[in-house]
């Protein structure tokens, strides 16, 4: 293993096989990534393989995959929803805080912990991993759900909580006296509205025409929005927040424009590989060695956070109003502690007020909570179906909130591509009556078409993530007027392979094309210069 520990390359190398070979293994066997990641971390961790010589550079790759999506988040945003679940997510979010941190502290004193190890393991029970949930939605594609806004919103809430326990905890390891404490906290609170104040400013007059113009360049437009993501979440580190909410205060600055969509389905492939490193990350932060005999107090711990912490924030939207699915599918994304509960109690260990038996035993908790809860949001649909019944109790006799699922309006037709032919085409079917989205690159023609009330949105016939971005679960009939072959085909295959049941109408300029775009499921070829021809020679002739 020598030349791993003195070669970055040859490290990365290794660890990202190594990841390639778990993950295969780890889908034939039905596991989900996340986990098969965190083994690998364990794996060529200190308590593997020992191979992380470069901890630092993959600590680094783990932060901005880790700001990307959060930037990613940020942008899928609903700002119409902000209104209606920001009082839930708050209420939710300072509850389930206050419960779990109490009765945690409450079972921790009943195992025979000290005052001072039940508060650290009180307080490292009630955070959530922002992260991981925050992937998992968006792989099930529920970020913009109305349970995975909500969650999102709590999940701020314990991030903000978060920060203001690091700076007590920080100041009284320090020796630091209660005034210090608040001077802080008060600095903290006030460079906070500052941030948010100047990114408002930019949001209003910078950003909506900076976007466009870098618009006209997709690969400027991608290596911009990394850039705002990354920097912002520095900004926020260096004011002293979390880089994830100065990240995700990024991807909100842009949710409000027509690119977003383009803009996340770009970065996904960049946002995952990237967090791999965290997982690994994460993984390798697993010490072992020092679980030791925590197992029965950690499975205890453990069961409190995967059931309490649901249960405690279906009590409180119950109460809210809220559906049982609703308040079933938000309380599973804290059934999990976080990252930070590790940071967390390795601050209490330098400052002297844990023992690594104490670290052993939150590390035990995280390892399994983070493990089980991730198989619990990915069948959280099967799951939930199962024991509805016994879910009623949280929910009012006439609940008033929540998502039984979301209607959305169903689109006739969406035109791909507006150029002359596919201008015409649209104008056509407006005049017809039909509701129908238009999609073009160029931001001008967009605009246009917004301006006069019509769905548009921003995105080009030859991006390999264009179909991503389709809505086509309510779509009846797609049609493409892009002329390459290639965008085509592609198009087609990525509709079929996401079962989509509507027509597809697609262009070819050769009998060969026809034929070839027939075979990959097209239901209509259209022969725009031959159809042309038709016409003329009949108007001609019937002269």
């Given amino acids: 293993m020598e030349i791993l520990t003195n070669h970055a390359f040859y490290e990365f190398a290794a660890i990202l096989l190594i990841s390639a070979i778990a993950g295969a293994v780890g889908r034939l066997l039905k596991q989900p990534l996340i986990v ?24 680094l790759l783990a932060e901005i995959g880790i700001a990307v999506l959060l930037f990613v988040v940020g942008l899928k945003l609903d700002l119409n929803l902000i209104k209606t679940t920001g009082p839930v997510a708050l209420i939710t979010g300072l509850g389930q805080v206050f419960f779990t941190s109490g009765f945690g502290f409450l ?3 009943a195992l025979g912990f000290s005052t001072t190890h039940a508060i650290y393991i009180a307080v490292a029970l009630t955070f959530s991993s922002t992260i991981i949930i925050v992937k998992m939605l968006s792989d099930k594609k529920e970020v913009d759900k109305l349970h995975g806004q909500i969650a999102m919103g709590f999940l701020i809430v314990q991030d903000i909580v978060v920060i203001i326990t690091m700076i007590i905890l920080s100041a009284f390891g320090a020796g630091g006296e209660e005034a210090n404490i608040w001077n802080e906290l008060l600095m903290v609170f006030l460079k906070g509205i500052a941030f948010i104040a100047a990114i408002g400013l ?116 119950g109460v809210m109003g809220y559906r049982k699915r609703t308040g079933f599918l938000a309380g599973l994304t804290v059934a999990q502690i976080s990252e930070f509960s590790l940071i967390l109690a390795a601050l209490g260990l330098e400052n002297g007020h844990i023992d690594e038996e104490t670290v052993g035993l939150i590390t035990l908790v995280g390892l399994i909570t983070i493990s089980l809860s991730t198989y619990m949001i990915l069948y959280s649909g099967p799951i939930f179906k199962k024991i509805a019944p016994l879910l009623t109790i949280f929910e009012k006799k006439h609940p008033t909130k929540g998502e039984l699922e979301k209607d959305e309006s169903v689109l006739d037709y969406i035109v791909v591509g507006i150029g002359r032919f596919g201008n015409n085409l649209a104008k056509n079917l407006i005049e017809k009556g039909y509701n129908i989205m238009i999609v073009d690159f160029d931001p001008a023609i967009v605009s246009r078409w917004q301006e006069k009330g019509v769905n548009a949105e921003y995105g080009d016939a030859d991006d390999p993530e264009l179909p991503n971005l389709l809505p086509i679960k309510n779509t009846k009939h797609i ?33 060969e094309e026809e034929d070839k775009l027939r075979k990959n499921g097209a239901h209509h070829v259209l022969r725009p210069y031959m159809d042309a021809a038709k016409v003329e020679v009949e108007n001609l002739f019937s002269e």
């Fill in 202 to 317: 930019l949001m209003r007059y910078v950003i909506p025409g900076a976007v466009k113009k870098l618009a006209k360049n997709q690969e400027l437009l991608v290596l911009s929005s990394i850039a705002w993501a990354v920097s912002l979440a520095a900004i926020g580190g260096y004011l002293g927040f979390s880089k994830e909410v100065g990240a995700f205060l990024g991807g909100i600055s842009l949710a409000s424009t027509q690119f977003r969509e383009v803009i996340s389905a770009h970065l996904g492939s960049i946002r995952d590989f990237l967090l791999l490193f965290f997982f690994i990350d994460l993984g390798s932060e697993a010490d072992l060695s020092a679980i030791g005999e925590q197992i029965v107090p950690g499975l205890l711990f453990s069961a409190f956070v995967l059931v309490g912490n649901p249960i405690i924030v279906m009590i409180i939207m």
């Fill in 36 to 59: 098969t990641f965190i083994a690998v971390g364990i794996l060529v961790g200190p308590a593997g393989f020992d191979l992380l010589a470069s901890k630092e550079k993959i600590e």
């Fill in 107 to 109: 079972i921790a004193l």
């Fill in 479 to 511: 049609i493409s007027t892009a002329p390459n072959l290639d965008t085509n085909i592609r198009l087609l295959r990525f509709l079929n392979q996401n079962d989509f049941e509507g027509k597809v109408t697609v262009i070819a300029h050769t009998d």
